[in-house]
């Protein structure tokens, strides 16, 4: 029963672990989908992570938290658009920069204002998002099997945990089932056949890089609001670089980009929990080299395993009307 | 005269210094086919796009069913009736055929919606008009035909009354040609207007009612097809009397300067395209290659100029052999007096981001005259690249422009001069007129003999039957990798054709 605890609570923790990487995964599809590359969802989950936490301890609310996460992760998405759609600037230099300029001004930001290091308050339970404990879960705990399964993996999480796996679903809908999403897949491999249909290509590739933001926000509301109490400087720690490697391994599908997620949460998971336990045969190993294993791992998969990855035709290239 | 589908009226267009389009006035009436001929460069393209909403005229008036209208966008000229195929499709190669022909045009939010009265428009579609294509079909699996055939579904899903066409033909095999003039006819009955644009007289004159000629931004001429000829398009196009064939004297055949040796060549899946083929190329004479695309032409030309690998062969080059099998490099081939014309002048001939003059220079850039020191001699490549734009009439003569922004025939007398300049032995040539006008056309085949007057040896590789019966001096026939047949410059067309069709060569082989 002990090992069964275990997997379930590593599944937990996988759960809790790809949360964020789906979020910034899916915020990844729909800009690289409509042919923006952005390199710049590490900055964005960042800033997103800073403006939640600390609009949530000045304001006392999860939800204003959440919401300036989105607004204003949302606004440094529509600094690259800015950029790299309307003065056709290179993608990649604009998202490094965003992750820079994400990274510095977090840190700045949070000095001034809160005088703690960079870090925002620590947030009162109330101005966190609470776990949602389903109907019923605390009753059948105890039934073997069924119940740690129900009441841990299911139950349990918070409303973003929810939204997360929701929006797998919702993203494979809008992209394959609504007119803006065939627009959006369209203007991702040639934007020429767009602007030939009479269809604006820079408000699309705007409208995606929305979306971008507002996913990037809440993943970054997560992270600081969730997952921690607060925010600390650098606490991305390379996520959106993983979701990107996710992405690229999804090959750029919703559902995919799921289980990439959840494999990379699951390395993570796995990691945390076997830190100073003997393997089999292999016996002790240094902590350093469980925590490097999820992206050793990302690098293997990347390089093997994914076969040919298509990516949209258009994607980095900003679009000039041709004679 | 029936009603006037388009009217322009004194259009001007420029793109900063050059004026695309000037004082352009164009009727065309409504029910007919209108052709648009020009060189390459002309205006054109310019012209349509403006009407099409791609681009806005600086000045100039368009009236479309005798109203007068602003085209800012494609959205405005959609819903007016004009609809456009590209010269370049303008498809989504890996959607469905339906996909592309809703896209932009969606009848509602959710696509099943859209979909399912799409399918059942589009089935109205083919009917009426005879375009039969899978509606699920994905278009990178599509032949260009095809392809083609959902350009012009798109149009007319959109309700196009007046339908564009940019040179149509310029990818489409002969078959898809004449089935795509089939189609234009049969709109035109069902009371469509048709612009076509090209530079091919021959589809002009098959097809059109009413022709225009555009020449340098200007439209100097709108002629009833019926009475005109060929001649004077051309010389209308060009300004001047053409000559379609070149005057040339007789052939002074000196030493041998280039001689094949049972040579064979495989691709890269390893099937035979040169299957021991042997022949000489002696100085002062032009050997013409002809055959239709794709048996072994291609490969035998990159094999020569040593950009592909030989299976097994002898090929002496005044007189010594070269390693083809092992590693001849096309620099050292250079170096030993070969000069190639490839055949695809974008991706093997130029480098189209870089300026005019570093591509007059390319692949003799290491030598002495270009450089000082270790580095460029800009002052002498510029000297250079201006005597080479005067003595080629390459325009526009400017060097420091991005090469990419001439026209294709302009691009191909970049190549010719940086390869005939170099005052080779030899000199091979991959299709020297391909997308070319027809005043280059003339301009480069006159170089060529120039050459051959030289005494140099002149290989030349070319699927248009008239330009290597009015070049060559002695014609090789290739089919299926082999030199089926040689023939004098008299050969006839028909004959010449049955050896490219395969027919004599399966009698020869009994």
Same mark, same amino acid.
Request: proline residues 4%.
């Given at each position: ?7 379930? $609570? ?26 923006i590359f952005?390199?710049?969802?590490e900055?964005?989950m ?21 919401g ?20 056709r ?11 820079f300029?994400a990274?510095?001004?977090t ?33 059948? *705990?105890? !039934?073997p ?12 999480? &918070?409303?973003?945990v929810y939204?997360?796996?929701?929006m797998?679903?919702?993203?494979w809908?809008?992209l ?6 065939? *627009? ?6 040639n ?5 030939t ?12 890089l ?6 990037t ?11 921690n109490g ?8 390379g ?22 997620c ?6 993570d ?21 469980? $925590?490097?294993?999820?992206?050793v ?10 076969? #040919? ?11 000039v009307?041709?004679? | 005269?029936? $009603? ?7 259009? @001007? ?12 006035n ?9 052709g ?8 054109? &393209? ?10 806005? %005229? ?13 085209i ?36 509602d939010?959710?696509?099943? #919606? ?20 899978d ?12 392809? $083609? *055939?959902v350009?012009i ?6 309700g196009?009354?007046?339908?564009i066409?940019d ?28 612009v ?12 059109? @009612?009413?022709?225009s ?9 709108t ?28 052939s ?23 299957? @021991?083929?042997?022949f000489?190329?002696?100085?002062g ?13 291609s490969?035998?030309?990159?094999a ?25 490099d ?17 991706? !093997? ?20 005259r ?11 490549i ?10 080629y ?21 970049i ?9 080779p032995g !030899?000199l ?17 085949? #006159? *170089? ?9 040896a ?7 039957? @008239?330009e290597i ?8 026939v ?11 410059p ?18 020869? %082989?009994q």
């Amino acid at each position: 029963m002990d090992s069964f605890n275990a997997i379930i $609570q590593v599944l937990d923790s996988t759960i809790r672990l790809s949360v964020p990487l789906l979020l910034a995964c899916l915020a990844g599809l729909f800009s690289e989908r409509a042919g923006i590359f952005d390199i710049g969802l590490e900055g964005k989950m960042l800033v997103g992570a800073f403006a939640g936490a600390s609009a949530a301890a000045v304001f006392h609310s999860a939800l204003i938290g959440l919401g300036m996460a989105i607004l204003i992760s949302v606004a440094f998405a529509l600094v690259h658009g800015f950029a790299s759609i309307t003065h056709r600037g290179n993608q990649i230099v604009s998202g490094v920069a965003i992750n820079f300029i994400a990274a510095g001004s977090t840190i700045i930001l949070g000095q001034a204002w809160f005088s703690q290091g960079g870090r925002t308050p620590a947030l009162q339970p109330d101005e966190r998002f609470a776990a949602i404990i389903w109907p019923g879960a605390d009753a059948i *705990r105890d !039934v073997p099997i069924i119940g740690p399964i129900y009441a841990e993996l299911i139950s349990g999480h &918070s409303i973003l945990v929810y939204f997360a796996f929701a929006m797998v679903p919702f993203t494979w809908w809008v992209l394959f089932r609504t007119r803006f999403g065939l *627009r959006m897949r369209a203007v991702g491999e040639n934007p020429a056949a767009v602007d030939t249909a009479g269809i604006s290509v820079a408000w699309l590739r705007y409208r995606a890089l929305i979306c971008t933001g507002i996913l990037t926000g809440v993943a970054g509301a997560y992270l600081s609001m969730v997952q921690n109490g607060g925010f600390v400087k650098d606490m991305t720690a390379g996520k959106g670089y993983i979701a990107l490697a996710a992405l690229i391994f999804a090959k750029w599908k919703p559902v995919n980009a799921m289980f990439a997620c959840l494999l990379f949460g699951f390395l993570d998971a796995a990691a945390i929990r076997l830190q100073g336990s003997p393997l089999p045969i292999i016996g002790k190993v240094p902590v350093q080299f469980m $925590q490097a294993l999820p992206y050793v791992l990302t690098v293997i998969l990347l390089a093997g395993f994914i076969g #040919k990855a298509i990516p949209p035709r258009a994607g980095g290239v900003p679009y000039v009307k041709e004679r | 005269m029936a $009603q006037a589908a388009i009217e322009l009226i004194g259009i @001007d267009k420029s793109f900063g210094a050059v004026r695309a389009n000037r004082d352009i006035n164009l009727e065309v009436a409504r029910g007919t086919i209108h052709g648009i001929v020009g060189e390459n460069g002309a205006g054109k &393209s310019t012209l349509m796009s403006i009407l099409y909403g791609f681009y806005q %005229a600086d000045s100039g008036e368009i009236r479309v069913g005798g109203k007068p209208v602003s085209i800012h966008t494609s959205n405005d000229a959609i819903a007016l009736g004009i609809g456009m195929v590209h010269q370049h499709f303008m498809l989504v190669d890996n959607f469905t055929v339906l996909e592309n022909i809703i896209l932009g045009a969606e009848s509602d939010a959710l696509l099943k #919606k859209s979909i399912a009265k799409a399918r059942s428009e589009l089935e109205r579609l083919e009917r009426e008009y005879g375009l039969e294509v899978d509606p699920d079909a994905i278009i990178e699996e599509l032949p260009v035909g095809l392809q $083609q *055939r959902v350009e012009i579904l798109k149009a007319l899903y959109r309700g196009a009354e007046i339908l564009i066409l940019d040179e149509p033909t310029g990818v489409l095999t002969p078959a898809e040609a004449d089935h795509l003039f089939r189609i234009l006819k049969q709109l035109k009955e069902q009371g469509k207007t048709i612009v076509l644009i090209t530079h091919k007289l021959r589809e002009i004159m098959a097809i059109t @009612d009413t022709v225009s000629v555009m020449r340098q931004g200007t439209m100097v001429a709108t002629r009833v097809t019926k009475e005109t000829t060929v001649g004077e398009l051309a010389e209308l196009m060009v300004g001047r009397r053409v000559l379609l064939r070149v005057e040339k004297g007789e052939s002074e055949a000196g030493a041998i300067k280039l001689s094949v040796k049972n040579l064979t060549v495989k691709d890269s899946r390893g099937v035979t395209m040169v299957d @021991d083929v042997s022949f000489d190329v002696r100085g002062g004479e032009i050997v013409g290659i002809a055959g239709v695309a794709g048996n072994g032409q291609s490969e035998l030309l990159e094999a020569i100029s040593g950009i592909r690998h030989a299976v097994s062969g002898e090929v002496m080059l005044e007189g010594k052999p070269i390693d083809l099998t092992g590693k001849a490099d096309p620099g050292e081939l250079r170096d030993r007096g070969l000069a190639h014309v490839p055949e695809d002048r974008h991706h !093997v001939g130029l480098v189209l981001a870089f300026e005019e003059n570093e591509n007059s220079i390319l692949g003799y850039h290491d030598d002495e005259r270009y450089l000082k020191g270790p580095f460029l001699n800009v002052d002498a490549i510029m000297a250079d690249a201006k005597d080479k734009i005067e003595k080629y009439d390459i325009r526009p003569g400017n060097p420091r422009l991005k090469t990419a922004n001439f026209s294709g025939g302009n691009q191909q007398k970049i190549v010719l001069a940086r390869e005939m300049e170099q005052d080779p032995g !030899v000199l091979i040539v991959g299709q020297p007129t391909r997308g070319v006008d027809v005043g280059a056309i003339e301009f480069i085949h #006159k *170089r060529l003999i120039a050459m051959r007057d030289q005494g140099k040896a002149v290989l030349v590789v070319s699927v248009e039957l @008239d330009e290597i019966r009015s070049l060559s001096d002695r014609i090789l026939v290739m089919f299926a990798g082999r030199v089926v047949g040689e023939r004098g410059p008299d050969a006839t067309e028909g004959e010449l054709g049955l050896l490219m069709a395969g027919v004599e060569h399966q009698e020869a %082989a009994q």
